[in-house]
């Protein structure tokens, strides 16, 4: 009787420990981010994505901006995965580290814009729910992760493209594709 | 004689495409969006010969309407004349929506519709009407009581577009949440709650975080992710990503990870992010096959570089912020 009444306390106590979790997450996060969610939608309606295009076009045209700026803006307005399309703005040689700097940005977005990526909430959300429990304030976290993942995207993206160029010259010899 | 369109749904649109053909005695296009006919249906007029009615000002019976042409936000129109069997047209992106979301099927209502999504049909799609002449109809003399909006209709029409958008936005946040946030939360206290229960939980406490709340614990763990033969294997769904972001938040709330380590330690579990994903979202980008065999290697290589950078980068950013 009492190892029964046991195993079945025990076989609740596990779902009871992570409905305990499951109430964190609820109570503390999805009502901000259902707001957040919306507000974002009402105003990307309203600026329209034909003048993200067109601001994305711009940031392309200098490097710095290129692994930097374009990704966060294309990110914060398009999301994961629907970001990657633009680099078809830019010249061949380049779509690969445009393409590394924005994938890599596609989870320090979700800090402050989780309608950017929310099927992949977690890389944020599990590390700041651990900061929040332990008493601290989640804005800072967020921010910090937005402004050092801008830094980290462009030194990726910097990194990428010395050594997608390196491997095209030792290929073709130069950096000028010989016609098949 | 009339000509078959072909109607294909615009961006963030649902349903179609549809095929509209007018006959002798469906031959309205009805324009049910207040304030007069719409340049799309206009355009539908034009190209299939049909005339072009505003609904408002004119009542048509069903049997003679070829197709309606509306601006519904999701709640009625856009359920009303699919239930009555009428083929619809809606300019605003909405799907299955609204109290009649039944009738709303793909071979009888598309939306969120440009003009630029309305072609002629070509014949092997009407096979009834292979032959359909071509014919130049000027589109002005196919309407109706063209009036010019006035102030009240456009101010009107603004307020009802801003309201759509509005409300739009909030269902795709609750699409959003109940698809794509809340089964994440549920895996994820499912797990935590697990090792907790089970006395992991503790077992990490004491073993695992004291060496991974440090920077080097940190940077062997972002090596590990970051390794070529590795990243694309974890990248995948950003699984382990959030795996071990998750664990590392435990043991932040339990007080065994320090919480200055928590901004490295979001690049230290991420360095593989999106390494599988590498020749799809390349060819999304149009590149062509050359790059992505260069591209592939080069960004695998990349992340053991940048990955480890990223961490120290974030080490010394959080121990400034944390000094100040």
Partial sequence: ?180 | MYNAVKIEKGHGGWGGPLIIQPTEKKNKIVSITGGGIDPLSKKIAQLTGAKAIDGFSKGVSDDEIACVVINCGGTLRCGVYPKKGIMTVNLTPVGQSGPLAQYIKEDIYVSGVVEKGITLADGSEVVEFAEAVVEEVRAEENYDDVKDDNWVARGGKALAGFATKCVQGGKEAIDITIKDILPFMAFYALLLGMIMYTGLGGLMAQYVYPYLGTLPGLLILVVICGMPMISPLVGSGALIGQVLSVLVGLGIALGAFPVVLALPAFFAVDAQVGCDFIPVGLSMGDAENETVDIGVPSILLSRLITGPIAVVIAYFFAMAMYAV
């Fill in chain 1, 1 to 180: 009787m009492e190892i029964l009444a046991n195993a079945g306390n025990h076989f609740y106590g596990i779902f009871q420990a992570g409905g305990q979790f499951l109430t964190i997450y609820v109570v503390n996060f999805i009502p901000w981010i259902i707001i957040m969610i919306t507000f974002m939608h009402i105003l990307f309606k309203l600026i329209g994505l034909e003048r993200i295009e067109k601001i994305a076009n711009v940031l392309g045209k200098n490097p710095i901006t290129r692994w930097s700026l374009m990704p966060m803006l294309c990110m914060m307005f398009s999301g994961n995965p629907m970001t990657y399309p633009y680099a078809r703005f830019l010249p061949e040689n380049q779509k690969v580290a445009f393409f590394d700097a924005a994938i890599s940005y596609c989870h320090p977005v979700t800090g402050l814009f989780p309608h950017a990526n929310p099927g992949e909430l977690f890389v944020f959300l599990g590390i700041a729910t651990g900061v929040f429990v332990a008493g601290y304030d989640l804005g800072f976290l967020a921010i910090s992760y937005f402004l050092v993942g801008i830094l980290v995207i462009f030194i990726r993206g910097l990194v990428t493209q010395l050594i997608y160029n390196a491997k095209f010259k030792k290929k073709y010899g130069s950096m000028e594709k010989k016609e098949a």
